[in-house]
């Protein structure tokens, strides 16, 4: 340790005699910036804690209801079709079984690779909440437009182009949380904002039900028609209001104080030991470079395929709780309970995996409880049974709320890598769904045993990768603890001493603050 603070000295004194001039001027304009800011006091001082519980609360207040009321719409407008599907869209527009299963999945087709450089360019831009509330009006339009079409090719393209702004959203929204929340505040923020998908299955359906019951023929339109019309229009108004919503990075946001906007880079340089931010040679090409050469990321991404191939029925959960034999009205309204349920239980797991600095158990031991919810449907064609089956599923979820949580968690700098890789790892995982939307094939209900069998299968491979990935981490955690070098080795300059600067401390005092950063496995 000592002769490695001793070479880094070294190097700096170096570069001081090399360029004296600037070496002063930078000096001099350091101390004077210091003597304007207000010194931030100690960590874990009470004074300390109540301000950063201050600025968490004020975050808190305006960001989560803002993306949790975006993704409620992001999924209902994706799987308008699902509902559509039960009030004669298939009919109307002429298409078969099987160009159906195309139409749910040519989405993923433009929104699964358009995640990687829709979060490279998140990562560069200035104004995040410019680039997501515009995302969130065209996805809206978009959606909007889907119910004047007349035929199949109408709408495969509304689907086409409805996934490349949808893109932006969940993981745009992932990253953008992991700029402003610590480690352990950052998966029930983000299980917070997966509530709205969970959310929007119930409140979707219920207000589906409530259009296709009631605006049949009105003005001589579908009721179907009007369900993309209404709900078209209610996201475009809320992506205009989240333009001043939203905030941006911490340190241009508009709303937050100078001093809130320093306390919120601090919290996070103390929290990895180096400041979140990119340095002017970490490109966003370079951080995409970085990202694919992590074996974590590529391992994370084929666990994520399995993943949501294993939670695929999503896409047919209307549809599975039609195989119950109630009226359309009926299916609808039993359909929202398991999500308003499963919502719930994200927020507390999330709550608790925070808590606790745990992330494996948090995540795969939901898939658990879809496999047994599969084996009670593959074993009884009761009603009951196969109802408390679809709430079993339902929680599946839970665990993919925390997915992109633990990508962040394993990869947390640079800024640039972390990015590239939450869309590398949502956007190859997606494939899953696109595979799924051809594992529930109508000519297998309404048992569909293959299908369940199939999905079984996906969350058994899925679990094994996880908890390759946990070891991983439990591997590098161990490096760590033998060699106090270790977490000087994957420390960078430029960042240690962005940290130093934000928090007033030295240079040597940064680098034996980040000794103490840990994976969270």
Avoid at 133 to 141: A, M, P
Avoid at 198 to 218: D, P, Q, V, W, Y
Wanted: aromatic share 10%; net charge positive.
């Amino acid at each position: 340790m000592r002769r490695q603070l001793t070479f880094l000295r070294k190097d700096m004194s170096e570069k001081e005699k090399s360029e004296p001039s600037m070496v002063e001027d930078a000096n001099a304009n350091k101390a004077s910036s210091f003597e304007q800011l207000e010194r931030i006091p100690e960590q874990g001082s009470p004074e300390r804690i109540q301000q950063e519980r201050s600025l968490v609360r004020k975050l808190d207040m305006r960001l989560l209801p803002t993306i949790f009321l975006i993704f409620i719409m992001n999924y209902i407008d994706r799987n308008g079709v699902t509902t559509a599907r039960l009030k004669g869209m298939q009919d109307d527009l002429h298409i078969s079984d099987i160009q159906y299963a195309t139409v749910i999945a040519i989405l993923f087709v433009s929104y699964c690779p358009a995640q990687i450089p829709s979060n490279m360019i998140l990562n560069k831009v200035s104004r995040p909440s410019l680039y997501i509330g515009i995302c969130t009006v065209l996805w809206g339009l978009t959606s909007l437009l889907t119910g004047i079409t007349k035929n199949f090719a109408g709408i495969i393209a509304c689907r086409v182009f409805i996934g490349l702004p949808e893109a932006a959203f969940y993981p745009g929204a992932i990253f953008l949380l992991s700029r402003w929340y610590t480690k352990k505040e950052l998966a029930f923020r983000s299980a917070f904002l997966y509530a709205g998908l969970l959310i929007s299955n119930a409140f979707g359906t219920l207000m589906a039900a409530g259009i296709l019951a009631n605006m049949e023929g009105k003005r001589g339109i579908r009721a179907w028609r009007w369900l993309f019309f209404i709900e078209g229009a209610i996201t475009i108004c809320v992506g205009l209001n989240s333009l001043w919503l939203l905030p941006d990075y911490p340190h241009n946001t508009r709303w937050m104080t100078p001093y809130e906007s320093r306390l919120a880079q601090v919290r996070l340089s103390e929290d990895a030991g180096e400041a979140d931010k990119d340095n002017e040679e970490e490109s966003q090409l370079q951080g995409l470079i970085m990202a694919i050469k992590d074996p974590k990321v590529g391992i994370f991404a084929i666990m994520t395929i399995a993943q949501l191939l294993g939670l695929s029925f999503v896409q047919f959960f209307p549809t599975l709780t039609g195989t119950l034999g109630f009226s359309t009205t009926v299916t609808l309204l039993l359909a929202a309970p398991p999500w308003i349920v499963a919502s719930v239980i994200c927020c507390l797991n999330a709550w608790h995996a925070d808590k606790t600095g745990e992330r494996f158990f948090h995540i795969a031991g939901w898939w658990w409880g879809v496999i047994l919810g599969f084996i009670i449907a593959l074993s009884t064609m009761s009603i009951a049974a196969r109802y408390i089956s679809l709430f079993f599923m339902a929680c599946g979820y839970v665990g993919f709320a925390m997915t992109l949580v633990w990508v962040s968690n394993a990869v947390p700098r640079p800024p640039a890598k972390r990015a590239a890789a939450i869309g590398i790892v949502n956007g190859c995982g997606n494939i899953g769904n696109v595979m799924g939307s051809y594992t529930w094939k109508a000519a297998w209900g309404p048992k569909y045993h293959q299908s369940m069998a199939i999905s079984l299968g996906a969350l058994v491979i899925s679990t094994l990768l996880s908890l390759v990935i946990r070891q991983m981490l439990v591997r590098d955690n161990k490096k760590l603890d033998a060699d106090e070098k270790a977490a000087m080795e994957g420390a960078n300059r430029a960042r240690v001493e962005e940290a130093a600067r934000l928090e007033g401390i030295t240079f040597e005092q940064a680098m034996e603050r980040r000794k103490g950063f840990r994976y969270l496995y």
